[in-house]
């Protein structure tokens, strides 16, 4: 079938203000009051034609553009990918990006939407060098990445104690992936960022065990890792030339013998000691044996995304990722980038006084909030600080709210969303630019 765009409305017989019309063989998406922008409506009209159960399309006419074309593919979009979208001919940097922003999307949203049983953290942390390997390759030169994925007992044995912990349980291994990308090829360069990811492959709760509903889709505890992965990559494919380092913390949280418990105190390298009062609360726990690595790295700038609290979605829903930060010129920073790339992100508190309602009577800290009423998570950020030494600044948590939908909206299919790839990337390229 093909697709038109036309800035004149349809007939009043397609319906009051109607978005689509046919015409034999061909849909028409009308846009409204001639707004040449209007992206969410282009989405919008995909996901009414996927509904219909058209599957091929072409996309026809000068009225398409880079934002059209993208706006569409995400809309169009399905896990299943049983579909086929033909692109007008566009200008060659335009096509380049569309191109990169369809691989590196449909990277995030292949490993969100990939059952638990086939993406081991082991796998993760493989498929995620594989892909910003291949990135660097084509963008840059394959000499650009190093990494190394330690694994197993090595973790405990190496310090990782975060991640041994939360992994032990599983027969599948936890790991972390340390990987470089550094364009300059000096050992000495300095590090632009490091990026933090909850690689959390299943997480069943633990002994805090999730209702079967809750657990249904926490194949997509990893969201954070890939979106990061994903969003590298983009940064890579826009002409990204300062080095940055990922860590993608990966385990599966599950009941057995070997796993943790409530009681358990875990100490870390940097010497914290942290309470477990809830194994359903794991992801800050391998997030923070991440974010110790990134912080001895003394880069300009540390992000950590992950898909973490309950208690952000509860407060912005599916539809943004929520920012908590105590660095207002970084927040900043992030909310121009988000706006350039018309993502949806919306800041939650994170202050001092979170640091102290994470209090334990046997440990420095608890891993959940330990007042009668508290911010879950303001609470998870505070407890993410406690390993990044100078947390108040250049230091930007993303709780990953948007990542993955569980029923469809008007916009977006049942699924990962690939929401944030485009706008990390932006913040990383701008910082790169200063």
Known sequence: MEIILSFRPASDSWGKSAIL??????????LKNNEKNDRTLVQRAARKLRGQGIKEVELVGEEWNLDFCWAFY????????????????????????LLARIECSDFVREVINEPAQTLTPMKLAERAATFITAKAEHYSEK???????IS?????????????????????????????????????????????????????????????DGMSTMRTDMGGAALLTGALGLAIARGLTQRV?????????????????LGDIITYRNGVTAEILNTDAE???????????????????????????????????????????????????LFHSAQAENEPFWRLPFEEFHRSQISSSFADIANIGTVPV???????????????????????????SATYRKSASDLWAVGATGIGVQTLANLLLSKSEK
């Not at 050992?187 to 633990?206: E, H, M, Q």
């Not at 990922?246 to 796993?259: F, I, K, M, Q, R």
Request: charged share 15%.
């Open 21 to 30: 019309s046919f015409h034999g063989d061909e849909a028409v998406i009308h």
């Open 74 to 97: 995400q809309g169009f979009y399905t896990a299943k990918q049983d579909y086929a979208i033909e692109f007008p001919h566009l200008d060659h940097d335009l096509q380049d990006e």
């Open 143 to 149: 000499s650009a990445v190093s990494f190394q994925i």
């Open 152 to 212: 197993g007992k090595a973790l405990e044995a190496q310090g990782y104690q975060g991640i041994w912990t939360v992994g032990k349980g599983s027969a599948n291994v936890p790991a972390i992936l340390q990987l470089d990308f550094n364009p300059t090829q000096d050992p000495n360069a300095p590090v632009l960022a490091c990026l933090v990811g909850k690689g959390i492959t299943f997480d069943s709760g633990g002994y805090s065990i999730k209702p079967s």
């Open 245 to 261: 380092k990922l860590y993608l913390c990966c385990a599966e949280n599950l009941v057995s013998s070997n796993a943790f418990k």
């Open 283 to 333: 992801g800050r726990l391998v997030l923070a044996d991440g974010l110790i690595e990134a912080d001895n790295q003394h880069p300009e700038l540390i992000i950590d995304c992950a898909t973490l609290t309950g208690a952000a979605k509860v407060a912005v829903g599916n539809d943004y990722h929520s920012v908590l930060t105590m660095d207002d010129e970084l927040a900043a920073a």
């Open 374 to 400: 508290g911010a879950g998570a303001s609470t998870a950020t505070a407890f993410l600080s406690y390993f990044v030494k100078n947390y108040q600044q250049s230091w930007l948590h993303i709780d990953c």
